[in-house]
């Protein structure tokens, strides 16, 4: 069994939903500020660093994008979560959970060879992160790919040697000497 996507408690969606209203708020104050800035003629005096407004919006939209995953994930809509978190990888293509979220739902239905291509770009991307070998494992060994199967649990026994499944992976590996 796959190892379930980090479920977000409701302290951590009340996190991220203020985080956004915190993004939005600065949005808008700076907005304001830009707007009486302006001089008599309408000249555009500039007011402290707006460099940082296109990464704010671009993070506030990749939030609402992860959490809409999330929600259809977690009602079990696979392709819809997919699509959410394929328009979150478009911000950051770099966000490891995300990427192994979108390939368990994949998993889910059963798209097993787009479940470990997202793995293993999850693993390129931080070779450390134990839940992308741990599902990458599992989908190898659904299409009975043994030595990748392998591979792929040794690397997460590497990163996570006493890690939630690492006394089941250490039996399974053990099994098939």
């Known amino acids: ?16 939903i203020g985080l956004a209203v915190v993004f939005a708020a600065s949005y808008v104050i700076l907005a304001m500020n830009l707007s009486s800035s302006r001089g008599p003629a309408g000249s555009n005096r500039q007011i402290g ?8 919006q671009k993070a506030i939209e990749m939030q609402g994008f992860i959490t ?26 770099s966000n490891v959970d995300v990427r192994v979220d979108m390939g368990i739902a994949y998993f889910n239905l059963n798209y097993t060879d787009e479940a470990i291509r997202e793995f293993k770009k999850a693993t390129e991307v931080n070779p450390k992160h134990s839940k992308a070998w741990y599902n990458l494992g599992v989908a190898y060994k659904k299409k009975n790919d043994i030595p990748s199967f392998k591979n792929a649990w040794e690397s997460f026994l590497k990163v996570s040697p ?16």
């Open 49 to 56: 660093n707006v460099k940082n407004q296109p990464d704010q």
């Open 1 to 16: 069994m796959l190892l379930d996507k980090k479920k977000i408690s409701l302290i951590s969606k009340v996190g991220a």
């Open 162 to 177: 006493d890690g939630l499944e690492a006394e089941n992976v250490k039996k399974e590996l053990e099994s098939l000497k």
């Open 68 to 93: 809409e995953g999330n929600n259809y994930f977690d009602g079990g809509n696979y392709k819809e979560a997919i699509n959410s978190y394929q328009k979150a990888l478009d911000i950051d293509s």
